[in-house]
């Protein structure tokens, strides 16, 4: 069958969403996952803008093209690879449908990353984790690492083995899954990019349905390495009052009960506690973002809100929170806008309809909320 998406055409043998059917056999093409398709579009858009010299791009799990067609459209030169011949096949035939000068390959992608890397763009979109390709891709990209994850369970703790195994990292479950997972993920890529000397800085992230997707620009200098690591850290979090805390550093201390309530707290880490974006460039994709992209009303609504989040390590649940205060949870605008008129630092944040962001406490914000009530 043929697909039409954000201006190219490309054929596949079967639309499939992969998070609840699975990748099954043969050349896998997720619809569901258009809006992440439209999203790095604009994303190689704006990465021009902030680098001219980026041109390589290489789609690491080609399976039927599309992503790569969709970058060589962009003037990007274009490597699609997979280690299904089927999907080489049609990649190759994609490629010359949409009139893009691009080359599909038959390899396996770390050796091809080791063989004829460096590229300027590796773009990793694996069925599940991308770990095993993370190494190769830090060691053989000049600028920018695109990096998809769909096993959400194991990174945000509700499958706790299979996350510290794949992530050598403490993930917790918690109200803030898809933050958790998000920021587990980005903490296993900022230290596997250290390894060889290189800062790997998320310079946009989400986590939409069920995949969590990252943007990192590399800096190939060891003193940015350090800068990266120095933003890893702890969360401590009180399932009993939704409390949390963080720290930085690489050595935890976790404290002996909950300063809230007095409970026990539950330590995660390390995981990445900086900013999973950065504003300007989040405004600057939104601004690529075309009308003859399927998703585009959704990827500008996600960008606005990524673009404006508050820079915080864990977002709350406002529901929850209500819930735990035992009082009807109010629009999500006025709960914002109570605590900002507080003094606080307050967004929404992308991950839900009822999640925020903000710089206060939960007892500073129960107490700037009073009102509402
Ligand atoms: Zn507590």
């Not at 902030?50 to 990007?76: F, K, N, Q, T």
């Not at 974006?277 to 690529?288: G, P, S």
């Not at 992308?350 to 914000?365: C, D, F, N, P």
Request: aromatic share 6%.
């Amino acid at each position: 069958m043929l697909v039409s998406e954000g201006g190219v055409e490309v054929a596949v043998p079967e639309a499939r969403d992969g998070a609840s059917d699975g990748s099954g056999d043969g050349v896998f093409f997720n619809p569901t996952q258009e809006l992440n398709r439209d999203v790095t579009v604009a994303v190689l858009r704006a990465y021009r803008d902030r680098d001219p010299r980026a041109s390589s791009y290489l789609d690491a799990m080609a399976a039927s093209g599309i992503r790569g067609v969709r970058a060589g459209r962009e003037g990007y030169d274009v490597t699609c690879a997979d280690v299904d011949r089927d999907a080489v096949a049609l990649a190759r035939e994609n490629l010359a449908r949409n009139d893009v000068a691009g080359e599909a390959v038959h390899r396996d992608v770390n050796a091809l990353l080791h063989d004829e890397g460096p590229f300027d763009v590796v773009d990793v979109d694996p069925f599940g984790t991308p770990m095993p390709f993370a190494d190769s891709a830090f060691a053989n990209t000049r600028d920018l690492v695109c990096v998809t994850a769909t096993d959400t369970a194991p990174l945000c703790g509700a499958h706790f083995n299979s996350g510290v195994r794949k992530y050598a990292t403490v993930p917790q479950n918690t109200e803030y899954h898809a933050e958790m997972g998000l920021r587990v993920l980005v903490s296993a890529l900022v230290r596997t990019a250290a390894r060889y000397d290189t800062a790997a800085v998320p310079i946009l992230s989400h986590v939409t349905r069920h995949y969590a997707r990252t943007y990192l620009e590399l800096d190939h200098r060891a003193t940015s390495a350090d800068a990266a690591i120095d933003e890893l850290g702890y969360v401590h979090h009180c399932d009993d009052c939704l409390h949390r805390s963080s720290e930085t550093g690489l050595v935890a201390h976790p404290p002996e009960a909950c300063p809230h309530c007095g409970s026990s707290v539950r330590t995660a880490g390390p995981v990445w506690l900086g900013s999973v974006r950065d504003a300007e460039f989040a405004c600057a994709v939104r601004a690529h973002v075309t009308d003859d992209m399927g998703e585009a009303k959704a990827a500008r609504s996600l960008l606005e809100t990524l673009a404006a989040e508050v820079t915080a390590p864990t977002h709350y649940d406002q529901h929850k929170l209500c819930k735990q205060w035992g009082v009807p949870a109010p629009g999500m605008d006025d709960f914002v806008a109570a605590l900002e008129d507080a003094g606080y630092e307050a967004s929404r944040a992308h991950y839900h309809g009822t999640a925020l962001k903000t710089t206060a406490s939960v007892s500073e914000m129960r107490a700037a909320t009073d009102d509402l009530f």
